[in-house]
C-alpha cells in the first residue's frame, strides 16, 4: 500500500505569504498525484490533477510540481479565502489512499 | 454543469445496514470510475471504494472489506455504497467522488451509535 505523508500538518501564515506543502509518497507513484482544498463543512475541491496541471477556474497562485515521491503545492501569493485544508492524493495503485492534510490558518 | 447528488445516510445501530445512493449529471458517466470517500467527525479524507467505469472491477479499503459493496448502474446514472455490520468507527461523512476529475458529491453523513 501506498503511504502519502503530507508536511507540514497546520501552518500558520499571512495574507501575501507564499506557502508550500510537501507530500512524500511511500513508493514512486509517476505522476498520479492530485491536490485538492476542503473548506469546513463543504466536500474537496480539485485545484491540481497530475500532480502540476490546474484546474480550470482555480486561481493561478496556485501551482503543483513533482514526481515518483516528492511533490509539492504552492501557493505564491496566500489570499484570505485560502485558508483551508489542503489535501494531496494519490491514484497509482489501490488502494488510493490521501496524505493526512494540512491546515491552513490565518496568522 | 457536473452534478452528484446524494442520498441516503442518517442514524443506524452497531451492526445495522444502510444504503448510500449518488445520482450524476452533467458528464459521461459511464467512462468513469466512481468512489466513496469519508471522513470522519474532526479527522482527514479516507478512500473507502471504488468501482470501475463498466462496474467489472471493484475495490475496498482494508477497513470495510467484507461489510460494505460498491455497486452502479449506468443506465441510471447511479453508484451506491450497501453498508452491512456497521460499526461506531463508520460514523463519517461520505462522499461520492470521482477525485481525478474533481467531482464530488455534497456528503451525507452516516452516524452508527446506539
Known amino acids: 500500500d501506498i503511504q502519502l505523508t503530507q508536511s507540514p500538518s497546520f501552518l500558520s501564515a499571512s495574507v501575501g505569504d507564499r506557502v508550500t506543502i510537501t507530500c512524500r509518497a511511500s513508493?514512486?507513484?509517476?505522476?498520479?498525484l492530485v491536490w485538492c482544498q476542503q473548506k469546513p463543512g463543504k466536500a474537496p475541491k480539485l485545484l491540481i490533477s497530475?500532480?502540476?496541471t490546474l484546474q480550470s477556474g482555480v486561481p493561478s497562485r496556485f501551482s503543483g510540481s513533482g514526481s515518483g515521491t516528492e511533490f509539492t503545492l504552492t501557493i505564491s501569493s496566500l489570499q484570505p479565502e485560502d485558508f483551508a485544508t489542503y489535501y494531496c492524493?494519490?491514484?497509482?495503485?489501490?488502494?488510493?489512499?490521501f496524505g493526512g492534510g494540512t491546515r491552513v490558518e490565518i496568522k | 454543469d457536473v452534478e452528484m447528488l446524494q442520498s441516503g445516510g442518517g442514524l443506524v445501530q452497531p451492526g445495522g445496514s444502510l444504503r448510500l445512493s449518488c445520482a450524476a449529471s452533467?458528464?459521461?458517466?459511464?467512462?468513469?470510475?466512481m468512489s466513496w470517500v469519508r471522513q470522519a467527525p474532526g479527522q482527514g479524507l479516507e478512500w473507502v471504494s471504488t468501482?470501475?467505469?463498466?462496474?467489472?472491477?471493484?475495490y475496498y479499503a482494508d477497513s470495510v472489506k467484507g461489510r460494505f459493496t460498491i455497486s452502479r448502474d449506468n443506465s441510471k446514472k447511479k453508484v451506491y455504497l450497501q453498508m452491512n455490520s456497521l460499526r461506531v468507527e463508520d460514523t463519517a461523512v461520505y462522499y461520492c467522488?470521482?477525485?481525478?476529475?474533481?467531482?464530488w458529491g455534497q456528503g451525507t453523513l452516516v452516524t452508527v451509535s446506539s
Open positions: 452533467g458528464f459521461t458517466f459511464s467512462s468513469l470510475a
Open positions: 513508493q514512486g507513484i509517476s505522476n498520479y
Open positions: 497530475a500532480a502540476s
Open positions: 468501482v470501475s467505469a463498466g462496474g467489472g472491477s471493484t
Open positions: 467522488a470521482n477525485g481525478r476529475q474533481g467531482y
Open positions: 492524493q494519490q491514484f497509482n495503485s489501490y488502494p488510493l489512499s
